[in-house]
């Protein structure tokens, strides 16, 4: 797995998760989601692949 980058908008540390719910089973977090994060996961397509929603995640704006 590529390494993740942090948060674009808090620059807290995100984290892969898998938690195995059918047609959306992986999702990336910010450590900051509780508190004051405007981002709490990304998957725009249920489908992705782990390399897809790193990409996606360390590509976005």
């Known amino acids: 797995m590529s390494e993740l ?7 807290g540390q995100a984290t892969l998760n898998d938690d195995g719910n059918i047609g959306n089973p992986l999702h990336i ?9 405007l981002l709490g996961f990304t998957n725009l397509y249920p489908r992705q ?6 990409e996606a995640w360390n590509t976005r704006a």
């Open 5 to 11: 980058k942090p948060c674009p908008f808090c620059g």
């Open 49 to 54: 692949s782990e390399a897809e929603l790193v």
């Open 29 to 37: 977090t910010c450590e900051n989601l509780a508190d004051s994060c």
